[in-house]
């Protein structure tokens, strides 16, 4: 495996436009991460133009600079930047992200990452109740690194369906959506399941 790029080629746009898009969409969740990392992934799988190892690796580093940054806005910015980080968060989420923090902030960072919409959250809390950098970098170190493989397998899985890269890739992106759509409805789920018993 080389490092060297060739600027002709698809690994010279390829593996960039992968860590940027990670890691924009870590901090202004606008870039659907998941599908960025499955698109990738099937790409390695059905062309020589990207290594696996490399799109885990760079979509884990995109990832965890991200979710990084996002806490120090939450630590360590104004009021200002915390509210426009919360922007579009609800209250009672972020309430209830801080009292389960205090208990179990290394699983929730873990978890937050893997769950959609559960990161902003998460990573607000810690930044909330001043969560330590020596905890917080290895649980998002390892969060980012099961994050990663599990979009890169759905992109394994359909660039082993298919040998079309454009066929694999949208198979993939239409997987991330797949499975971000039932994360988010058994999330409902338990939610309202909560709100029946308590």
Known sequence: MTLAFDWTGTSSIGYPALFLGVLIGSIVPVVPTGAV????????????????PLVLLLATLGAAIGDLVTFAVARLGSAAAVRWLARGQRPDRLVAAQERFRRRGWQLIVIGRLVPAGRIPV????????????????????????????????????????????IATVLAAVLVLLVTIVLNLVAKWRRDRVKVDS
């Open 123 to 166: 990573l607000l809390a810690a930044g909330a109740v001043t969560y330590p950098w020596r905890r917080l970098v290895p649980a998002t170190l390892a969060a980012c690194v099961l994050w990663a493989g599990a979009y890169a397998l759905l992109g394994v899985v359909s660039g082993g369906i298919f040998d079309s890269p454009l």
């Open 37 to 52: 990392v499955g698109a990738a992934a099937a790409v390695a799988m059905t062309t020589a133009q990207l290594s696996l």
